[in-house]
Every structure is written in C-alpha cells, then in structure tokens.
C-alpha cells in the first residue's frame, strides 16, 4: 500500500526566514511525485512533479528535490503570501487499470509572519 | 478556458436526501477524478474514469455512484446521504500523456 507522511504538520516562519517542508514516501514503483499549493477555500494547485531521484525543479521561492525514499520542498526567503497547505503526492507506477491515481499525504500547513 | 468547474459550490442535505455534484472541464482530458478532504486526513480518491463511458472504483467508494455520459462532465451521485459523507468534494482531471491532474474550486457539502 502507498504511502505518503508529510513533517511538519504545521510551520510558522517570519519573512525572510528560510525553511523545508518534508515529505517521505513508500511506493511500489515511483511513476512520479508531485506538489501542490491549497489556499483555504480553494482547490489545489499544482506546482512541481518530479520523475526521479536527483531531480531538481524550482518556482520563484520555491525549490523541489527527490530522493528515493523523500522529497524536499525548500521555501527561500518567505513572504507572507507564500502562506498555505503544500500537498505531497505519489503516483505509483503500478496502480491498478492505468488510472494513476495519486496518493496524498495530510499536508504542511505553512504560515508566514509579517 | 474555464479549466475545471464544480457546482454546486456549497450545499446541505438532510440525512437521506440524494444529490448529484457535476464537474466540467473545457481541457478536454480523458481522465477524471472525485476526491473527498476531510480534516486531518490527505485527498482521498472516490472514483475515477479514464475516459467517456468508463468509471471505477477508488479508495472510498461506498455510498457514491459516478457516470461519465460525455467526455467533459463527471457526475458524482449520493443516493441517501449521510452524515459521515460530509466533506469538501474535488474533481480533477487529466490528460492522456503528462501527468498532472487539475483540479477544480470544490463542493462544501453538509449532511445533518
């Protein structure tokens, strides 16, 4: 069974404070591990997808890494309106009748102090 | 394009009322997916369709039904709601060859 842990469940950081959010992952076979951003209210929006270890991929503030067993999602110099729930997913490469369902973690929810 | 939309965007229901949330998308993508958020716990996935027709099963499914008449729109059906279906429905889809799923505003529904 695919699993997905997210740490820390929730983050405060004052702007301009650099952090990462964590996201730890069990597949069977990685098809692929994305980000997603979720202001209150709101559906997710997408950020990154990464395909394999050693990938890197970056979005203004925001820098996505992968290992084999996890993924980094590094926040530089916060602003407030970087405040929100960042969602971790995992589509496993042998999930059932090629529906590549995603697997979701609980999120991080990260919040930025003026 | 609109991307993806859901309607309604908030409703209550009655323990045993039936209702049915519609999804669009103008992206014209082949797959599509019901999601249920519930605080404390990740998306979980309630049924999908990997193209006109075609519906299955997911982690959740108790309770739903789905159809997919046409490519564009996915229903998701409750035939007597209750109470532990309350929860912040999300559709997304998907095209055939990336990966990424969008993802529609989302249903806040209410059951007492």
């Known amino acids: 069974e695919d699993q997905v842990t997210q740490s820390p469940e929730a983050l405060r950081l004052q702007e301009g404070e650099s952090s990462s959010l964590n996201c730890s992952y069990t597949v069977s076979g990685l098809r692929g591990l994305f980000w997603y951003r979720q202001d209150p209210g709101k559906g997710p929006e997408f950020l990154f997808t990464l395909y394999s270890a050693g990938e890197e991929k970056e979005k203004e503030r925001l820098k996505a890494t992968l290992t084999k067993k996890e993924s980094f999602l590094h926040i530089t110099a916060p602003k407030p309106e970087d405040s929100a729930t960042y969602l971790c997913?995992?589509?496993?490469?042998?999930?059932?009748?090629?529906?590549?369902?995603?697997?979701f973690g609980k999120g991080t929810k990260l919040s930025v102090i003026p | 394009n609109a991307g993806v939309t859901q309607t309604p965007k908030f409703r209550v229901l009655k323990t045993g009322q039936s209702m049915t949330l519609l999804c669009a998308q103008d992206m014209n993508h082949e797959y599509m997916y019901w999601y249920r958020q519930d605080p404390g716990m990740g998306l979980r996935l309630i049924h999908y369709s990997v193209g006109e027709g075609t519906t299955a099963k997911g982690e959740v499914p108790d309770g739903y039904n789905v159809s997919r008449l046409k490519k564009q729109n996915f229903l998701l059906g409750l035939e007597s709601a209750a109470p532990s279906q309350t929860s912040v429905y999300f559709c997304?889809?998907?095209?055939?060859?990336?990966?990424?799923?969008?993802f529609g505003p989302g249903t806040r529904l209410t059951v007492l």
């Open positions: 997304a889809s998907r095209d055939r060859g990336p990966d990424t799923q969008y």
């Open positions: 997913a995992v589509q496993d490469a042998y999930s059932g009748a090629g529906s590549y369902q995603l697997t």
